[in-house]
Nanobody, 123 residues
Framework: QGQLVESGGGLVQAGGSLRLSCTASGRTFSIYAMGWFRQAPGKEREFVAVISRSGVPTNYADSVRGRFTISRDNAKNTVYLQMNSLKPGDTAVYYC????????????????WGQGTQVTVSS
């Protein structure tokens, strides 16, 4: 079975930065599209970013475009989410996801999900 483990979450002041990592095991994740989602308290889970198996193309939610950057290192089976200019509205549990179909990642209907990492942005 494949497994995804997120790390890098924490507490940061508004305007600060964090880098999330998601390390995959148990599968050849280099053939998978990978993405990040988030879920804030009382809200539904929402798409944040997706990256194709080769690293391009990428796509972002409008709310994070220009502030967040998704990247991957297939040699390390790891995908990253660099988050800059963080806002209190970015506070959420962030989840990593993977699927062989890029469309499934965008739709949130992925085969593999991580357990999530908390990101809290204080004002």
């Amino acid at each position: 079975q494949g497994q995804l483990v997120e790390s890098g979450g924490g507490l940061v002041q508004a305007g600060g930065s964090l880098r999330l990592s998601c390390t995959a095991s148990g599968r050849t994740f280099s053939i998978y599209a990978m993405g990040w989602f988030r879920q804030a308290p009382g809200k539904e889970r929402e798409f944040v970013a997706v990256i194709s198996r080769s690293g391009v193309p990428t796509n972002y939610a409008d709310s994070v475009r220009g502030r967040f950057t998704i990247s991957r290192d297939n040699a390390k089976n790891t995908v990253y989410l660099q988050m800059n200019s963080l806002k209190p509205g970015d506070t959420a549990v962030y989840y990593c996801a993977a699927d062989v179909r890029r469309s499934a990642v965008v739709a949130g209907t992925c085969d593999y999900w991580g357990q999530g990492t908390q990101v809290t942005v204080s004002s």
